[in-house]
Structure formats: C-alpha cells, structure tokens
C-alpha cells in the first residue's frame, strides 16, 4: 500500500483542505487514488460529512461514501465520545482492514485523520495507532497561528515516538495575519522538510493548494 496518512496540529487545521489536494496531485499524475476518511465525525444539512463529500468526488475513480468512510457519526464531537453515545465500539483492526481493502484497487491512498495525532478512538487506542498500523509516511498539516511551533514540535515527538516516517509538514495560513516569527520559527525547528505553505485563500480550492505542495 502506498500512500500517506494525514495528520494535523489540530482539528481544523486545513487536513482536508491538504489530503483533498494531494489526491487531485496524484490523479494528476494519471495515478489512480483513494481519498479516505476513515472515522468522520459531524454530520451536515442533507446528511452530508463534508470531509467525505471533498475525499471521495476528489478520488480517481470518485468513490461511494462506503467506500471512503467506515464509521460516521452525525454529532460533531470527539469520535470516541461519539462512538459511545451511538453504542458502538470503534474497532481499530475493521478500520485497517478496510484501509487496505479500499487500497487494493488504486496506487495511492490519502487517509485523514480526525482532530490531531492522539486523539482517542477506544478507550485504550487512538488515530496514532491506526498510523502505526498503516505504517503510510505521515503529512502533518500545521494551522499557522500563534503556539503553532509548540503543537508541531509536540506532535513530530509523538510520530517520532511511534518510529513513523514523516514526510513533512505544510502550513496553512487559517487568517490573513500571522505573529512574527512563527513561520520562520516552524522553518528552523521542524526536523523535516516543509512540503509547502498554502497562503491565505478563501474560498479554499484544492487545486490551488496542490500547486503549493512538493507532493511526497
Ligand atoms: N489556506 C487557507 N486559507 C484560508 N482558510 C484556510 C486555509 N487553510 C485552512 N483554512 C480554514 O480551515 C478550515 C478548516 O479546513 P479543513 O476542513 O480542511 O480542516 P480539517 O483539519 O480537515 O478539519 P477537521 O479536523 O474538521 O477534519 C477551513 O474551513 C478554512 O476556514
Ligand atoms: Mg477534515
């Protein structure tokens, strides 16, 4: 299985925004590829996930909903939480199966995340161990704003402790302004390469963003 798991600093961040992104870069490379969102949380009006919706449409060939998420669940909680009050156990091993199921008829896959690197799925194991169980290389998004620096270094800490490739991180400008020093603060400390920074851009186009990225 190729393909990248994409992890970010925070919930919000810009993940879908960058994981949309590199699936139309793939696809543009005349690779077939899957978006995935494997856990979603957060339903919409006509219920919709709009993680989902973007992955999917953007995959080559598009894809079902089936096909790209796993376990959703309407209220836009933490996915643990939300897994509890539906009465359902998440089981980390189905959402690997079906990672590699869906992987099984392209050449790349795109997996998000949900919220940051650590966050819970069961009691006893999270989004990182899924990562560790793809074992894909990760892209962490970075949501450039003050405190930037310390939740980037904090979660390269915890891929590094899991012993997963990082590929590298992209910063996304989430406001037409960023304190001085962040980003040149990001650019000195960051053990890995920078794949890109997406400016400040509404409304936000995958497209555009692609032709920021150095895809991994
Ligand atoms: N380059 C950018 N320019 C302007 N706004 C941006 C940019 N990147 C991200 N954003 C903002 O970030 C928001 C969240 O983006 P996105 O849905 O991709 O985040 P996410 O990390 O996938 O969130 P979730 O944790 O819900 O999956 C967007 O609605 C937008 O407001
Ligand atoms: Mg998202």
């Known amino acids: 299985m190729k393909g990248v798991f994409v992890t970010g600093t925070d919930t919000g961040v ?21 978006g995935l969102k494997p856990v979603v949380s957060g339903m ?15 995959s080559e060939p598009p894809r079902t909903v089936g096909e790209c998420a796993l376990y959703a669940f309407p209220p836009a909680i933490a996915p643990h939480f939300a897994a509890g009050q ?7 091993q189905a959402i690997e199966r079906f990672v590699r199921e869906q992987a099984r008829d392209v050449e790349r896959v795109v997996v998000e995340g949900a919220g940051g690197f650590l966050v ?18 990760v ?3 970075v949501g450039l704003r003050l405190g930037a620096i310390n939740h980037a270094l904090l979660t390269c800490e915890a891929i590094g402790a899991r012993k997963l490739p990082l590929a590298g991180w992209v910063g996304t400008w989430l406001a037409p302004d960023l304190a001085a020093g962040t ?7 960051m053990p890995v390469p920078c794949l ?7 409304p936000l186009d995958p497209e555009f963003a692609a032709r920021h990225l150095i895809i991994p």
Do not use: M, N, W
């Not at 006509?46 to 973007?54: F, K, R, T």
């Not at 539906?86 to 980390?92: E, K, N, S, V």
């Open 14 to 34: 810009g993940k879908t925004l960058i994981s949309t992104a590199l699936v139309r870069a793939y696809a543009a490379q005349g690779l077939r590829v899957a």
């Open 44 to 58: 919409v009006a006509g219920g919709l996930y709009e993680d989902v919706e973007a992955l999917r449409r953007a």
């Open 86 to 92: 539906a009465g359902c156990r998440i089981d980390l």
């Open 120 to 137: 819970p799925l069961t009691p006893t194991a999270g989004f990182a161990d899924l990562a560790a169980a793809l074992a894909l290389p």
């Open 139 to 141: 892209v962490l998004v």
């Open 183 to 189: 980003l040149e603060g990001l650019r000195d400390f």
């Open 196 to 202: 890109g920074i997406i400016p400040y851009h509404a």
